[in-house]
């Protein structure tokens, strides 16, 4: 009897022993480390021994065979000058123009094994050919599929089947301090699928761009990057693709530690669409916001900054609608918090029209939530809402007693100028309208701008103007 207590105990004593070391071998040498501050404060920090450092061989030898280097050719007619004594006599018939071939160079990403590859908007903009050149060294003719300006992705495709594939991860699962790799070619095809690291330095951020609309919730990293690398990969540890690197901040068009990648979530979304439909199907909320600063937070009694400040509501909006008003602050839509104004953009662009969520807003210090269904982005002239009004450079147009009013500016090439609501068109290239399809009309016949007259909303005279889109 004592001698089977005695098995039973040494059976026990080696499982534990042998537990002990699997978790001992299998947990980092971490040390952690107590100071004291001089004013008497406490402070931690880690140690970690050099074997528990990340290895990055799996993730590179298998991304770098799916990313790709783009080579693109631009041709373009270009004016000579002519005297303009010799244009008087002979007229502009007789002016001759030469072609101009530039060549540019970026990365891409093969997403799907019968060619699709996505790369950035910029790389392929304008570009009359383009050629991909895989890490085999094979190279094909490519063709664009679809781009994306606002978010600067866009979707070309070579003729081949069973190419390597890089996955999509969460991109919102990245966190702060997390390694990451960055693939492509930065200085050209000299420097074809080159490899750097580094880590996630921030998440959410937008570039002050020239005032055209673009949604931007970038992935900061301090992989180094450079221009070559626009459209390239940004991995993870496993291997899979959290970003496609973009831009870069410097004085000098060289890396100096800020590189900037376009998430995976937003990319995924909006070559699925570029797929599926041909173009992106943007969801629209309609507001104007802007971060939380102390003196609003202050103001309305905010335990935080986090957030968006409502600034406007567009009439007939999916917000107006689902019954947000002007200074709301939004804090989440469904469980995800919302954090800034780019924040907001990219959970809106994860949306379809159509789609339904849950807004939760503080309007006079109470939590509500309001169920909204996303509308489809009207950005086409003469696009009709639901309520009548008409499209026109983002603005929405209506039929007045004397011409036709700007309902609401909404956010493009009218609010741009400075046109506040309840505007009223009187003139357009000097002709007179009285219905939104005149505007419509007359600005189409035009060349290159548009110059509006009329009344502003206080019954002063106004003017303004903008030039058309190439």
Known sequence: MNKNIITVAASVLLSGLAAFGIVKTATPDIQTLENMTP??????????????YPDFTYAAENAVE???????TVKS???????????????????????????????????????????????VDNATSV?????????????????????DVALIKIEETGLPVLQFADSDELRLGEWVLA??????????????AGIVSAKGRSMSNTGEFKIESFIQTDAAVNPGNSGGALVNKAGELVGINTAIISTTGSFTGYSFAVPSNIVHKVVSDLIDFGSVKRAKLGVSMSAIDEKTAEEMKLSSLDGVYIHEVVKGGAADKAGVKSKDVLVAIDSHPIKSPASLQERVNSFHPGDKAVLKVIRDGKELELPVVFLEESSVNGTVAEDGTVMFYGASLKAAAKGVEIVSVGNGKIAKQGVEDGFVILYVNDQKVSKPQDVIDIAKKSRRSVFIEGITASGRPGYFGFGKDE
Do not use: C, W
């Not at 004013?39 to 528990?52: A, E, F, H, I, K």
């Not at 799916?66 to 693109?72: F, I, S």
């Not at 895989?134 to 679809?146: Q, R």
């Open 39 to 52: 004013q008497g404060q406490t402070t931690r920090t880690v140690n970690l021994s050099l074997s528990d």
């Open 66 to 72: 799916a990313v790709v280097y783009v080579k693109v």
């Open 77 to 123: 007619r270009q004016q000579q000058y002519i005297d303009p004594f010799f244009r008087f006599f002979f007229g502009d018939e007789n002016m001759q123009s030469s072609e101009r071939v530039r060549q540019g160079s970026g990365s891409g990403v093969i997403i799907r094994q019968d060619g699709y590859i996505v790369t950035n908007n910029h790389v």
């Open 131 to 151: 050629q991909v050149t895989l890490n085999n060294n094979k190279t094909y003719d490519a063709k664009v599929i679809g781009t994306d300006p606002a978010t």
């Open 183 to 196: 693939i492509g070619s930065p200085l050209g095809e000299e420097l074809r699928s080159t490899i750097t």
